[in-house]
C-alpha cells in the first residue's frame, strides 16, 4: 500500500532578496533575507492557515509556491512538482486567488473570462460546463455571468476571481488576502464555499489572511511565520487553547493609578488616564485574587473583565516573537 | 467518441492565440465609437507625415537620385510592416506599465501557457489599421509611379513586411524585456520604433556612415525595407551590394526577432529569481 504523500511539503526554503541601494545602475547591494529556512506540510484535503505581519515572508512563500519565484535554497514539492522547474505543469494543477489583483479579464463578461481561461487550461468542454455551473451555483454567479468584470462590485468580483481559480478543478488552491475589503455578508459567503469545497472535493487550501476570523472559521491548522522563520505550526484548537485562556481586566482606579507590582501571571498592557489594563492567566492568577491584590493597593472605581480580541493576540504574539 | 474527447482536452497555441484575440476584438468594439475615432486619428496622422514628403518632391523633384516613387515604396513598406507590429504587439509596449508596476506579470506567469503567447494575445490591436490602409496606399501609389518594377515585387513586398513586421515586434519584445532591469527611461526606444519608422521612410544614403551601419547591422531596418525595395524597383544600389541582397535580406527582421526572444527569456528567468 502507498502512502499518501502531503499536498504541499517544504523543506528549509530560504530566499535572499539582493536589492541595489541608490539608484537601479549603480550603488552597492544589500542582502534581506526574507525566508530563513522554514519547512512545513500541509497533508491532502487540509485547510492550513499561513499568517504573519506584513513583512514576515508570507508572499515570498507564496510565490514560491505559486512557480513565480524561485528560492535561494531548499526544497518545494507540489503534488510531486518542483514548482519553479516546471511551471507549466506546476500552475495547471494549481489555483491562486490574489485579493488585490484580478485575474480575470476588466472588458469581457465573467462568462467570457471563464471560456478564455477554460482554453488557456485546457478543460474539456462537458468537464467545463459541469465546472462553469457547479461554481455558479455555489458562489451565486448567475447574475452576474454577462456583466462585464469593471461593473462588479467588489464581493461579486471576488467571487468571479474564486470561480476563476477553480475552473480547472485544481489539487490544491492558495487564497491571499480572500476576504480583503469584503463586507460581511461576502466574507461569510466566501468562507462557506471555502468549507465546502474542502468537503466536497477535497481541495488542499492554504489560506493567507490578515483577518482571524477568515483563521478561526475555516483553518484546521495555523503556521505562523515572522521574520522569515516559523514561530508557531500548531492546531487552530491548540493555539486558541493557550492564547485564549488569557483574560483583561480593565481597571478605572479613584484618581491616579499607583505604579504597582503585579503578581505571576498578570501583565500591564495599558495605561491611560485613571485606568489600566491588565492581561491575565486564570490559571496563574484568579480574576478574584488579581481583584483583591489591586483593591489593596489603592481605591478601585469600576472593573471590567473580557477575553482579548483574536487580532491583539496575535499581535502580541508577534511582538513576543519579535526578539 | 473517447478519442474526441481527449483531442479538445489541449488547444493548441494558435488556437488559444485566436480565441484571446477574438476576445480583445470584442472588448475593442465595445465602444465602437471611440474606436472609429482613434482609427481615423492614426489615418489622417499618418497621411499628413507623407503629405511633408510629398511636397518636398513638389518643390525639388528628385533627391539624391531618388524620385517620389522610390521614396513612396520605402515609406509604404515601413509603415505596413510597423503598424502589423503595433497590431500584434500592444502587450508588449504596455508591458511596463500594465505588467510589471502592478504585478499583474506574477498573474500571468500563473497560466500554464508560455509568456510571449499570453503577452501576445493581451490585445489584437485595431487602431493601427488606419496607418497600414495609409501605408498601403501610399505602397501602391509608389509601385505605380515608379518608372521600373521588377515582377519580383509579387513576392518581394509581402516578404519584406512580413521581415519589417519581424523587426519592429522584436524591438517591443526587446522593449518588454528591458522593463525587468528598469521601469524608467524606456521611451528611449521609441527612438528605435517610432524613430525607426522615420528613419525608414528614407534612403539609406541620407544617412552618415555609421548610422548606415546600425541600420544595416544593428537594428536591421535596411535589411527589411531599403534593400528589398531596391531589389523589387531594379534601382541599383548607390552603396554598391548588389540587388540580389534585397531578396535574402527580410530574413534579417526574424533573426533580430530571434535574438530578442532570446533576450526576453533572460529577463524573464532573472525576474523569477529575483522577485521584482
Request: glycine share 10%.
Amino acid at each position: 500500500m502507498r502512502i499518501a504523500s502531503p499536498a504541499i511539503e517544504v523543506e528549509n526554503l530560504r530566499k535572499i532578496y539582493r536589492v541595489r541601494e541608490g539608484g537601479s545602475w549603480r550603488g552597492r547591494t544589500r542582502e534581506i533575507v526574507a525566508l530563513d529556512g522554514i519547512s512545513f506540510a500541509v497533508p491532502r484535503g487540509q485547510i492550513a492557515g499561513f499568517i504573519g505581519p506584513n513583512g514576515a515572508g508570507k508572499s515570498t512563500a507564496i510565490k514560491i509556491l505559486s512557480g513565480i519565484l524561485r528560492p535561494s535554497s531548499g526544497l518545494v514539492r507540489v503534488g510531486d512538482l518542483i514548482p519553479w522547474e516546471n511551471r507549466i505543469a506546476h500552475v495547471a494543477r494549481i489555483g491562486v486567488v490574489f485579493g488585490q489583483r484580478t485575474q480575470l479579464w476588466w472588458d469581457l463578461s465573467v462568462g467570457e473570462g471563464l471560456a478564455l481561461l477554460r482554453d488557456i487550461y485546457g478543460v474539456e468542454p462537458d468537464r467545463f460546463a459541469r465546472n462553469r455551473a457547479r461554481l455558479a451555483d455555489a458562489l451565486d454567479l448567475h447574475a452576474i455571468m454577462d456583466q462585464s468584470v469593471r461593473q462588479l462590485s467588489l464581493g461579486q468580483r471576488m467571487r468571479a476571481e474564486i470561480a476563476a481559480a477553480l475552473i480547472h478543478d485544481p489539487e490544491v488552491l492558495i487564497l491571499d488576502e480572500p476576504t480583503i475589503g469584503l463586507d460581511a455578508p461576502s466574507k461569510l459567503a466566501v468562507r462557506a464555499f471555502v468549507r465546502d469545497l474542502r468537503r466536497e472535493q477535497g481541495t488542499t487550501v492554504l489560506l493567507t489572511t490578515h483577518d482571524m476570523h477568515d483563521i478561526e472559521a475555516l483553518a484546521e491548522r495555523v503556521i505562523v511565520i515572522g521574520h522569515g522563520r516559523i514561530l508557531a505550526d500548531s492546531p487552530f484548537e491548540a493555539l486558541r487553547a493557550t492564547t485564549l485562556s488569557e483574560r483583561r481586566l480593565e481597571v478605572d482606579f479613584i484618581g491616579t493609578p499607583p505604579v504597582f507590582d503585579l503578581p505571576p501571571g498578570a501583565k500591564e498592557t495599558e495605561r491611560d488616564g485613571r485606568s489600566v489594563t491588565i492581561t491575565f492567566d486564570p490559571r496563574q492568577i484568579p480574576a478574584p485574587a488579581l481583584v483583591a491584590h489591586l483593591g489593596a493597593l489603592a481605591g478601585l472605581d469600576d472593573l471590567r473583565i473580557g477575553r482579548p480580541a483574536i487580532e491583539e493576540i496575535i499581535t502580541r504574539f508577534y511582538a513576543d516573537h519579535a526578539s | 467518441m473517447h478519442n474526441a474527447k481527449s483531442r479538445n482536452a489541449s488547444v493548441s497555441g494558435l488556437a488559444l492565440y485566436r480565441r484571446m484575440a477574438w476576445a480583445s476584438i470584442v472588448a475593442q468594439l465595445r465602444y465602437p465609437g471611440t474606436f472609429f475615432l482613434q482609427m481615423t486619428g492614426n489615418f489622417v496622422t499618418t497621411l499628413l507625415g507623407f503629405f511633408g514628403i510629398w511636397s518636398l518632391f513638389q518643390r525639388f523633384g528628385s533627391i539624391g537620385g531618388w524620385d517620389l516613387g522610390a521614396v513612396a515604396v520605402l515609406y509604404g513598406l515601413v509603415n505596413v510592416a510597423f503598424s502589423v507590429s503595433e497590431t500584434l504587439g500592444r502587450g508588449f509596449e504596455v508591458f511596463g506599465g500594465e505588467y510589471v508596476r502592478t504585478g499583474q506579470f506574477d498573474r500571468l506567469l500563473l497560466r500554464p501557457r508560455p509568456t510571449l503567447l499570453l503577452l501576445l494575445g493581451h490585445e489584437l490591436r485595431l487602431r493601427p489599421i488606419g496607418r497600414f490602409l495609409q501605408g498601403a496606399f501610399v505602397l501602391g501609389a509608389g509601385l505605380w509611379l515608379a518608372p521600373h518594377v521588377s515582377w519580383s515585387a509579387v513576392w518581394l513586398v509581402p516578404w519584406a513586411i512580413t521581415g519589417g513586421a519581424a523587426m519592429f515586434l522584436g524591438v517591443l519584445i526587446g522593449q518588454a524585456a528591458l522593463c525587468f532591469k528598469t521601469v524608467e527611461g524606456l521611451e528611449v526606444v521609441n527612438v528605435l520604433t517610432y524613430g525607426g519608422v522615420e528613419a525608414g521612410q528614407y534612403p539609406l544614403t541620407m544617412f552618415s556612415r555609421w548610422l548606415r551601419r546600425f541600420l544595416t547591422w544593428g537594428l536591421p531596418l535596411a535589411g527589411v525595407c531599403y534593400y528589398p525595395a531596391l531589389a523589387m524597383l531594379a534601382h541599383p544600389d548607390p552603396l554598391g551590394m548588389p540587388l540580389a541582397f534585397g531578396m535574402v535580406s527580410p530574413a534579417m527582421g526574424f533573426v533580430f526577432l530571434g535574438l530578442m526572444i532570446w533576450v526576453w527569456r533572460k529577463g524573464v528567468a532573472s525576474y523569477v529569481s529575483s522577485g521584482s
